[in-house]
């Protein structure tokens, strides 16, 4: 009996010792919630967090360049959103990267990779968005004008997708301009377009994972291979309803969100850019929608030029997989692809109205674990948000940082570029953590020893 419970007692020692070391915090642990909202909102002023993940697969070895829109701020006569960039994670396989603006105001990323068959190209945007103000009040009389601005007149033009020159596309336009008013030539065009069949295989292709293309652009038709087969989706129906209004004399471009629906913007003489509905799926009694409620939607590109655009696409051309285009949750997220991230730094002032809605995730097992990146004015620091505690320190530039909570570090090496910060060599690891836990086999040890060693001598002393 005795024997049982020193054995027992050994045995307890031995299970109470915690080993914590140096493994990745992306895998192989628990999976915890994530603290975020996607994708919709309560009420007008609510900010919220949304991801937006591409992931795409070489199928050949080569060199390539990928270019993908960021989203932006965005004001129109509609509506106006903030949306800010947290944080957009690249993986690891990156060799360089640049900023650009075009025309328009899009901010693209640029990034060259030297691929083999098989890679994997990451990229895992967050974004904080909030609608600030919508305006859907009804457009009246709106006359043609005799003459338009200079930076209108690109949307009047035709262009690869959008052949508004196409004698099909003019005898449409026709047809609908029978009357002096932009806003009723809109609204029919608007119905006409609507009463098309939606292309759901199209859909579920482009989110299936088993899109291969070496050209993203071409994987969708023009407006006039979807006149002449009567389908679309909603990125397409919009090429087709602009080339017909191109064609009509009404400045139009399209606008896509995170989530790739996309609508189109028409300009009006003394009004501006207003949104119209092309819709993807059936449509309700009045399908003439001007304007269109954009509210909840995150505006991911508006089409910058006029010829039409996607919000990701590579050169040269090379066969790639859309491996995903949907950020299915925490498995999806594993930090050891990633080694570049990019962020735009809060105001603190507005960071410290509500941290929540300015953190992004850079750790998801066995909790998840947020950071921040502020501003105030010159000086910038890094934050780390754990379940019951956090820190932040400040940021040096272009040397290692090394920020710590509890067992957990991140390291980087910040670069300021324009508005963004740079952190390269991006790292979440866990540290060696003393637990006092290890002392008790340490200390329980001796103790067993010293009580069988005196059992065994009363033993032998009968």
């Known amino acids: 009996m005795r024997k049982r419970i020193l054995l027992t007692l050994l045995a307890i020692s031995l299970l109470s010792i915690e080993v914590v070391s140096g493994i990745n915090l992306s895998r192989g642990n628990p999976k915890p919630e994530l603290a975020f ?82 890679d994997y190209i990451n990229t895992l945007t967050w974004v904080s968005s909030q609608t600030l103000s919508e305006n859907l009040t009804s457009l009246g009389f709106v006359p043609f004008p005799q003459t338009y601005p200079d930076e209108v007149k690109p949307f009047l033009d035709p262009g690869g997708k959008i052949p508004a020159e196409n004698q099909t596309m003019q005898s449409l336009a026709a047809s609908f301009n029978q009357t002096l008013n932009m806003t009723q030539t809109i609204r029919d065009v608007l119905d006409f377009v609507n009463k098309q069949g939606y292309d759901r295989e199209k859909t579920r292709l482009l989110l299936s994972g088993n899109l291969t293309t070496t050209d993203i652009l071409g994987f969708f038709k023009d407006a006039l291979q979807v006149h002449e087969t009567n389908s679309s989706i909603c990125l397409e129906r919009s090429w087709y309803a602009a080339a017909i209004l191109r064609a009509a004399s009404v400045p139009t471009r399209t606008v896509t969100d995170v989530r790739l629906k996309t609508w189109i913007q028409v300009w009006l003489p003394n009004i501006g850019w207003v949104d119209g509905e092309t819709l993807c799926a059936e449509p309700p009694p009045h399908i003439g929608m001007l304007p269109k409620s954009i509210f909840a939607s995150v505006p991911w590109m508006i089409e910058n030029s006029s010829d039409a655009a996607f919000p990701f696409v590579w050169f040269p051309a090379a066969t790639l997989r859309i491996a995903n285009l949907t950020f299915a949750g925490t498995e999806s997220f594993k930090i050891d692809e990633y080694r570049t991230v990019f962020s735009e730094p809060i105001d603190v002032e507005l960071f410290e109205k509500d941290p929540a809605k300015f953190r992004f995730p850079v750790a998801l097992r066995p909790e998840t674990i947020y950071a921040a990146v502020t501003r105030e004015k010159s000086n910038l620091n890094f934050h780390l948000f754990g379940k019951d505690e956090n820190t932040s ?70």
Request: no cysteine; net charge positive; charged share 20%.
């Open 393 to 462: 320190r400040p940021i040096r530039l272009e040397e290692s940082n090394s920020v710590i909570l509890g067992d957990v570090a991140v390291s980087f090496t910040p670069i300021s570029n324009d508005n963004f910060l740079i952190l390269e060599d991006f790292s979440v690891e866990r540290i060696w953590k003393f637990d006092v836990r290890i002392l008790i086999p340490v200390a329980a040890v001796p103790v067993v020893l010293v009580v069988w060693l005196y059992w065994k001598r009363r033993r032998h002393g009968r």
């Open 37 to 118: 909202q996607s994708n919709s909102l309560d009420g007008t002023g609510v900010r919220v967090l949304v991801p937006l993940y591409l992931r795409l697969q070489a199928m050949e070895e080569g060199n390539i360049t990928l270019w993908m829109s960021l989203p932006q701020n965005f004001t129109d006569r509609v509506a106006t959103i903030n949306s800010r960039i947290l944080a957009m994670f690249a993986s690891s396989n990156s060799q360089g990267f640049s900023f650009s603006r075009d025309k328009v105001g899009n901010l693209w990323v640029r990034a060259n990779y030297s691929l083999n068959a098989g």
